[in-house]
């Protein structure tokens, strides 16, 4: 009987960790963070959901298949698939030239990164569509090649790569930097081509944060609006994103149309950030050895 | 497979991490760099491996320049002080890596490599952990299977750069001697960096004593740890005591301390320097030497009793050392704070003119002293 007390004491105290942190606080911070996402975050969550709720279910597969709102979700895909893969081989190799190199500029070059989040969205829109307008600086050079940006579905991917390429440039800088140098000149020293150092010992290190950095773009581009509605051109069937369909929802006053697709984009980006984190978590699991 | 390093210069920026370094390294030996750290030796270390291009001067191996060779053409094993494995690979497959990059024409097949990985892993004595990652492995296991890995193109040269620095005390001692009996089985050329003498001493055939870029000196263990030919040898080699002073009518004297040196000029400076096994304790002064000491601390652990003695009525910079056997210790008995005396049998004497030392035997001085009377 006493062993079972003295064990349920034990347990007690490392349960409320009182007696063994060296700062005070925990119960406060976690209480003071977990009211702070519930406001923020949770809340306008249920909110959708409440909102949806009122739907009846035909309803609901009626308003989230209208044959405008697919082809939405088409485009979204596509481009947003687009963005982040062209988002993964540039923020790669600007990520590589700002920790490999030392240039002059390479500072600002490093804070310009940022930018992207720094700037309005509709901002960057409209910088980006009177740049690849037909007369824009960009714009009239492709034109003459034959390639129309400005007001097309290439229009979106362009919006949405410029305001998530820091997602992938920031996961992969740091794990860049702390790459260690001996790794390389072992497998040189054993004799591999730089080619096969980078593929067989970098970029293994590399691919978890590229990829988590790729899947963040990938996200962020799906729910991109104000940068993309400046320049896609909003022509229905052909470059119109699903948040826009939304924002088309709510300006017919039908709320819970536009929650039910804003719910849609909402589990797939959960999905998506949840499948990352747990593919991610294993394949780290193996490289820290726990 | 000799090694011959001329003239090698590297600057890293203003700093010069080696001036004008010259070396021989005998074919088939197990060669250390020792010295204490910015000494160069590691710089020395990857100019050789090719990891680090010098200023100046030319690498030779067996006669063949090969100063304009890239690493990956040296044929050499390079083993990194924190192992550098790759952990995304297994141990088997770390071990393959080498093999795996070798151009198609040279390349074993798949099975031939198995084979080789196999028998390296026995070479190593962890066949059962072959299908481990790196992270799962002890620092000892890590660093046997970085050996494997540098071993498994059977290169000419194995170049190690402190490849026990990472280790616990106990486990550096087992690799030691491991790496000693692996080497005396393949008698590969290799060389290794370390800036702990006693390691060297151990482990090595040749020992490279460097100090501020340049070569101190080079000779075998037990010629150099006998013979140091420099003050700085000798104090990075062991310890030693020192009685630093003025030489008046055949004596060296500081304070209330003396030894007499019997042929040398006087009124100059110079330092007698003893290895503490060159000193033994007397109640009394001796006839040759005073030299005063009171005992500070008495440590019994180890082989022999190690007693730490602080000069009394006379300065030395560092505490002055002197061993006894056990039996010695329990009959003579001494405690600390007695004030005892250092009798010096074998001294090593550097006069101000000088920069190698003159070796003084006070035995055998008393010897012929004895029978001539």
């Known amino acids: 009987m006493s062993a079972s007390a003295q064990t349920s004491v034990a347990s007690v105290r490392r349960f409320s960790g009182r007696s063994k942190r060296v700062l005070p606080g925990f119960g406060l911070s976690l209480g003071i963070s977990l009211f702070f996402v519930s406001l923020v975050l949770l809340l306008p969550l249920t909110g959708l959901v409440v909102e949806t709720s009122g739907m009846t279910w035909d309803q609901f597969v009626f308003t989230i298949t209208d044959p405008r709102v697919i082809e939405s979700y088409k485009v979204t895909a596509w481009t947003a698939l687009a963005a982040s893969l062209f988002n993964g081989v540039f923020g790669l190799l600007l990520a590589w030239v700002l920790v490999r190199y030392e240039f002059p500029g390479k500072r600002l070059i490093d804070a310009v990164v940022d930018l992207p989040f720094a700037l309005p969205t509709a901002v960057a829109g409209i910088t980006l569509a009177t740049l690849f307008a037909q007369n824009g600086w960009y714009g009239q050079w492709l034109d003459k090649l034959g390639i129309e940006v400005a007001f097309t579905p290439i229009g979106i991917v362009v919006a949405m790569a410029f305001t998530s390429i820091p997602f992938v440039v920031r996961t992969v800088q740091p794990v860049l930097e702390e790459l260690s140098p001996a790794d390389e000149e072992a497998a040189v020293s054993m004799g591999a081509s730089d080619g096969r150092v980078f593929r067989k010992v970098i970029f293994p290190s590399l691919w978890p944060a590229l990829v988590t950095g790729v899947a963040l773009s990938f996200t962020r581009s799906l729910g991109e609006f104000g940068a993309i509605i400046f320049i896609a051109g909003n022509t229905p069937y052909v470059s119109e994103v699903t948040s826009l369909m939304i924002f088309i929802r709510l300006q017919e006053y039908d709320y819970a149309a536009a929650s039910a697709i804003a719910s849609m984009v909402l589990l797939v980006s959960l999905i998506l950030l949840f499948a990352i984190n747990l593919w991610q978590s294993r394949y780290l699991r193996r490289l820290e050895g726990r | ?373």
């Open chain 2, 1 to 373: 497979m000799s090694i011959t390093i001329q003239n090698i210069n590297k600057n890293f920026g203003k700093f010069q991490a080696l001036n004008d370094v010259s070396l021989d390294i005998p074919e088939g030996k197990l060669t250390a760099l020792l010295g204490p750290s910015g000494s160069g030796k590691t710089t020395l270390l990857r100019i050789i491996a090719g990891l680090e291009s010098s200023d100046a001067g030319k690498i030779l191996f067996s006669g063949e320049d090969v100063s304009d060779l890239h690493v990956r053409d040296r044929n050499i094993g390079f083993v990194f002080q924190h192992y550098a494995l790759f952990r995304h690979l297994t141990v088997a497959q770390n071990i393959a890596f080498g093999l795996e990059s070798l151009p198609r024409k040279e390349r074993p097949s798949k099975q031939e490599i198995a084979q080789r990985v196999e028998k390296l892993l026995e070479m190593i004595q962890l066949p059962q952990l072959a299908d481990r990652y790196p992270s799962q492995l002890s620092g000892g296991q890590k660093q046997r299977v970085a050996l494997a890995r540098a071993l498994a193109t059977q290169p000419r040269i194995l170049l190690l750069d402190e490849p026990f620095g990472a280790l616990d005390a106990k486990v550096r001692k087992d690799l030691r001697r491991w790496l000693r009996a692996l080497h005396d089985e393949y008698h590969f050329t290799s060389i290794f960096v370390t800036h702990d003498q006693e390691e060297a001493l151990e482990l090595s055939d040749q020992v490279v004593v460097m100090s501020q870029g340049k070569v101190e000196q080079v000779n075998s263990p037990a010629q150099l740890y006998a013979r140091p030919d420099s003050r700085f040898v000798f104090d990075f080699l062991g310890h030693v005591n020192v009685l630093s002073g003025v030489v008046k009518s055949q004596k060296l004297v500081q304070g209330d301390a003396w030894v007499s040196l019997p042929g040398t000029k006087g009124d100059q400076e110079a330092q007698l320097y003893l290895r503490p096994h060159e000193v033994q304790l007397s109640r009394d002064p001796s006839t040759h030497a005073r030299l005063p000491l009171r005992i500070q601390s008495i440590s019994l652990i180890g082989s022999e009793v190690r007693l730490e003695l602080t000069p009394e009525g006379w300065e030395s910079q560092e505490l002055w050392e002197t061993g006894m056997s056990h039996a010695e210790f329990a009959q003579q008995n001494p405690t600390r704070g007695e004030l005892w005396y250092a009798v010096p049998n074998v001294g090593h004497l550097f006069e101000a003119d000088s920069h190698q030392p003159r070796s003084v035997d006070w035995d055998f001085q008393n010897a012929a002293n004895a029978s001539s009377m």
